[in-house]
């Protein structure tokens, strides 16, 4: 687990320019190269090429599609649909964003037309971008580690993925890009179609509201932990 990883909301809003700095020229040319490599592969409809990318981004992009739809059935059959795509329409990369960018948005517009279809609760919304643009600024005051950085330390992946899956798909989504996915925030506004300022304010709402689910999550653990406990000392006392 990647536990030295700053989740607070002030490193999310802010990881964007330090990322864009972090990069050299040289690293720069070499993620153009690939891109473009990829570009002219997807063009040729290289059968070898297409085996390389699903080997890549098989696990991110199921876990993106999971995390969106919360069904794994519905994400495996996105899944199988956003590499038809790649495949049939590959000639429309041109390289000038990245690859997974490019499929993670073939996968996010996959879900929202079948949300329309089965009327998935939020994820219409998810495209409008609309229900944070007018809302007044929100603020989480820090006093200590963000929820996420909290949760991180303290519990596996699993357990983080099961908090995830409770919250708003708009909050579910950002905090799945940003911190697993590890997309800037300008990269996630352009990708989900929103606002910065709507992207940054569904960041520090999704944060907030893992605070509960986090309390919940942390007793009830603790008293499953107390039951052998219990039971012990009074299987000791009986004895």
Not at 84 to 100: E, H, P, T, W
Request: avoid cysteine.
């Amino acid at each position: 687990m990647e536990s030295d990883r700053d989740f607070s909301p002030e490193s999310a809003v802010h990881m964007s320019v330090k990322s864009a700095a972090a990069l050299t020229a040289a690293e720069v040319k070499l993620i153009e190269r690939e891109n473009a490599r990829i570009a002219r592969g997807l063009k040729r409809q290289d059968p070898e090429l297409l085996d390389e990318l699903i080997e890549t981004y098989q696990h991110r992009l199921m876990r993106y599609l999971m995390f969106l739809t919360s069904k794994r059935e519905v994400a495996e059959d996105l899944f199988q649909e956003v590499w038809i795509r790649v495949l049939r329409r590959g000639s429309q990369y041109n390289g000038k964003a990245r690859f997974d960018t490019w499929i993670f948005t073939i996968a996010r517009n996959l879900v929202i037309d079948l949300s329309r279809k089965r009327t998935m609760a939020s994820l219409d919304e998810m495209r409008e971008g609309r229900e944070d643009a007018d809302a007044q600024p929100f603020e989480i005051v820090q006093d200590g580690p963000s929820p996420l950085e909290q949760f991180q330390y303290r519990e596996n992946a699993s357990e983080v993925a099961a908090v995830l899956l409770t919250l708003e798909p708009n909050y579910r989504e950002v905090l799945t890009l940003r911190f697993h996915e590890e997309l800037s925030l300008e990269e996630i506004a352009a990708m989900t179609r929103a606002p910065l300022s709507t992207v940054k304010s569904r960041l520090y709402r999704g944060l907030a509201a893992l605070k509960p689910e986090l309390l919940k999550l942390r007793t009830g653990a603790s008293e499953a932990r107390k039951v052998p406990v219990e039971r012990r000392r009074a299987g000791e006392v009986r004895s």
